[in-house]
């Protein structure tokens, strides 16, 4: 058991030597326990170094190990869910080295990723994808000859998405060669919840690592041959367990038992605080204050709103972390819902909720909302339904890369009637805008990033004016006029860079704060004396809000000329945000 993060590299003899899973198959299975613990040792360290994802990884230490043993990777396949877990995959598919590299510029990927490995068979960064895929491999395989098989590896959390029994329930209609291992540890990144993750956590309780009946009764329902659980950790149950998975025809399923963050006691004493981990600066580094996020101002806006409001009901898909609903879940827990990994009924819950006379507030990433989008379109935008959106992490997210990125929630919101799209330059704004889009009585969202921005500390309660406050529905603000006759139009938390070039070319600065309904008034007016436009947006180039004023000045018959600064129509590799946003604003 460690206790504490290597900051020397460990002495791991048995896995320097694996730098294929070929060279791994040639061990005695009496090896496997010491590279376990080698191979935990070392991803303690190499994330010591570089931050990343971390408690699911050494979950699954014996999994990965066990797989590649018993499979013929890459011919045969290995589809991660989430991939969160995938470390230490990386690590024995002949990336060791690179590890240290991992979510840097220019590195190794956070995810699997099929560019860069032939042993990753698909890139996942969202949740519970994986059957699907595997199904998908699995049928193309045999129906192209080929007697392989296909390995999805599920966790209990992943399980909760409507997807995954989609692909369950169409693998019972065929006889494809794929097993499902249902990673089982009682989390995804925070503890699950709803009625499956009971289910299976009573029956654990029940069966005491004996065969669940009724466990195996449901998936075996689903056309599924259904082993477990068993230890997961214990290489004398697991390779047997899936050898005789391995070798039998048809749709298979194992269900086996881990525990998140298994040999790092601090990692298992706190699985929610270790899902990820922040790269170890030196024992004398000066340390870094840690500001207060946009997720952080809008928990703090959520708890007090509701304190002001008993109609208000928070909604979230299994991010009360990640968009911190901590406090408010803690003060109103009849009023909290964590759906699970279920975005799609995040959505339309919150339409239900609305038709009722609740106000629901719905807090997502933008990524995870694109999984919604039928729902927003369909359930909430045609009804007009008062549901507010907390858009969190909009726009380039650093480290995690292009899976996690949310660069197409404006293009995507933007042609929905009806629904009222604002974005805030700092945290002072992002709670106006959130006071004004739960009293605007129709659907709107708030879109704010990832990390802090430039009031970090606003509002500190004492003004109790501006904690109610809202702002003029679909209003910029003239910030300052120049004379170089050209308008900078900043669209949301780049607003300290549009400053800057406004500063520098003595240009006007607008803050425009609304995509929807954009500010024609203020731009009318701005054409009559501005020859050139530029605007500024963390969002996709293509349908963004640059596209709105384009849109615009056209139609008005504006003979001026018009700049667009964004995201290009390219993927943005993993990098800091600062690195991110250099590449993207390249004037």
């Excluded at 949740?127 to 209990?156: H, P, R």
């Excluded at 799609?344 to 609740?358: D, E, M, Y």
């Excluded at 997210?397 to 660069?407: F, L, S």
């Excluded at 129709?442 to 109790?464: L, N």
Aim: charged letters at 20%; hydrophobic letters at 40%; proline letters at 5%.
């Amino acid at each position: 058991m460690f206790t504490h993060i290597p900051t020397i590299r460990p002495e791991t003899p048995l896995l320097d030597g694996i730098n294929l899973p070929t060279d791994l198959r040639r061990l005695a299975n009496i090896q496997l326990p010491e590279l376990a613990e080698q191979l935990r040792a070392f991803l303690l360290y190499s994330v010591g170094q570089t931050g990343g994802h971390f408690g699911a990884g050494l979950g699954v230490v014996e999994l990965t190990i066990a797989l590649h043993y018993l499979l013929n990777t890459p011919d045969d396949h290995i589809v991660w869910d989430v991939g969160h877990q995938c470390y230490p995959h990386k690590i024995l598919t002949g990336r060791r080295e690179q590890m240290l590299s991992i979510r840097q510029k220019g590195g190794l990927a956070p995810f699997p990723r099929r560019d860069e490995s032939p042993y990753d068979a698909f890139g996942t960064g969202h949740s519970s994808t994986s059957i699907s895929a595997a199904l998908g491999m699995a049928v193309a395989d045999q129906l192209n000859g080929k007697n392989t098989k296909t390995v999805a590896i599920i966790g209990d959390g992943a399980l909760t998405a409507g997807m995954a029994f989609e692909a369950l329930n169409h693998a019972a209609h065929t006889n494809a060669n794929i097993l499902v291992v249902l990673n089982d540890n009682d989390m995804s990144i925070s503890r699950n919840e709803g009625g499956l993750a009971t289910y299976l956590a009573k029956n654990l309780k029940l069966t005491k690592g004996s065969r669940s009946e009724t466990t195996a009764a449901l998936f075996e329902a689903l056309a599924f041959e259904y082993q477990g659980p068993i230890d997961g950790h214990d290489f004398d149950a697991l390779l047997p367990a899936l050898t005789s998975a391995l070798s039998k025809s048809g749709p298979q399923f194992l269900h086996i038992v881990t525990k998140k963050g298994k040999g790092f006691q601090p990692a298992e004493t706190d699985p929610v605080g270790y899902h990820a981990l922040t790269k170890l600066e030196p024992i004398n580094a000066p340390q870094k204050k840690k500001q207060p996020t946009f997720a952080n101002n809008f928990g703090r806006w959520l708890l007090h709103t509701a304190q002001q409001d008993k109609k208000l009901i928070g909604i979230t898909p299994a991010m009360r972390e990640g968009s911190d609903l901590i406090a408010f879940s803690e003060a109103f827990p009849e009023r909290y819902f964590d759906v699970a990994i279920a975005e799609q009924h995040a959505l339309t819950f919150a339409a239900g909720l609305a038709c009722a006379g609740a106000k629901p507030v719905v807090a997502i990433y933008s990524t995870f909302l694109q999984r919604a989008y039928d729902q927003l379109i369909h359930d909430i935008a045609i009804q007009s339904l008062d549901v507010l959106l907390a858009v969190d992490r909009a726009g380039l997210v650093g480290e995690d890369g292009a899976t996690h990125a949310g660069c197409f929630d404006i293009a995507a919101m933007r042609c929905i009637p009806g629904l009222v799209i604002m974005t805030p330059a700092d945290e002072q704004e992002q709670w106006l805008m959130l006071n004004t889009g739960y009293h605007y009585p129709g659907p709107a969202a708030v879109r704010y990033p990832r990390g802090s921005g430039t009031c970090p500390a606003a509002p500190d309660g004492s003004d109790e004016a501006l904690l109610t406050e809202t702002v003029p529905i679909g209003k910029g603000r003239l910030l300052s006029t120049g004379d170089s006759g050209t308008a900078v139009l900043n669209f949301g938390p780049l607003l300290s860079d549009a400053r800057k070039l406004a500063e520098q070319e003595q240009h006007t600065l607008v803050d425009m704060r609304f995509v929807k309904p954009l500010d024609t008034e203020l731009l009318s007016i701005l054409m009559k004396t501005h020859q050139r436009f530029i605007t500024m947006e963390d969002h996709a180039i293509q349908g963004g809000a640059g596209s709105a004023v384009a849109e615009f000045v056209t139609q008005s018959g504006w003979n001026g000329t018009l700049k667009m600064l964004g995201i290009p129509d390219q993927w943005i590799e993993h990098a800091s945000r600062a690195e991110q946003l250099k590449q993207c604003l390249i004037r």
